[in-house]
């Protein structure tokens, strides 16, 4: 199956990284104030950031179906690393109906789960990013030359 993609600068990759930060921030703070829906909707989106930052890095790509599966089909093409990653995303997507239109409410147990594969999923991906400096908006030349042999 062919997975729709939008093309971008490896250097975007920064903006995706920024959302997933902010998202993983939110997600600890929800999580440690016992708002365990907000957690695991934070968590959720935090992965996608994340994931959406490790291919733009990688491959210059994200996915732009409506389908998440496809994010994860996509994100598992990017190397051994990213089969691991795209299961973390994988089991966060499977609570994104749930979390986002059910009427059901989220436990504390089902928030660790979320966060626990939201914070592996993130700090892998902002591990593989360090070389992005923020206020130029781009990546060492050697992290840069990096992202483009994928």
């Not at 089909?73 to 990653?85: F, H, I, N, P, Q």
Request: contains cysteine; aromatic residues 6%.
């Amino acid at each position: 199956m062919v997975v729709s993609t939008r093309k971008l600068s490896p250097a975007k990759s920064g903006n995706f990284l920024k959302k997933a930060e902010e998202l993983y921030l939110e997600m600890l703070e929800a999580r440690r104030n016992g708002r365990f829906n907000s957690a695991v909707i934070s968590a959720i989106h935090c992965g996608i950031s994340a994931s959406d930052a490790y291919t733009v890095y990688l491959g210059g790509v994200r996915s732009a179906s409506k389908d998440h599966g496809d994010a994860v089909r996509l994100l598992s093409t990017m190397g051994v690393d990213a089969k691991v990653l795209s299961e973390h995303l994988r089991s966060l997507l499977e609570a994104k109906n749930a979390a986002e239109y059910e009427d059901r409410l989220f436990t504390s147990k089902e928030a660790d789960l979320a966060v626990k594969h939201a914070e592996r999923l993130y700090k892998r991906v902002r591990e593989k990013l360090e070389g992005f400096n923020p206020r130029l908006g781009s990546f060492t030349a050697r992290d840069e030359a990096e992202s483009h042999e994928l």
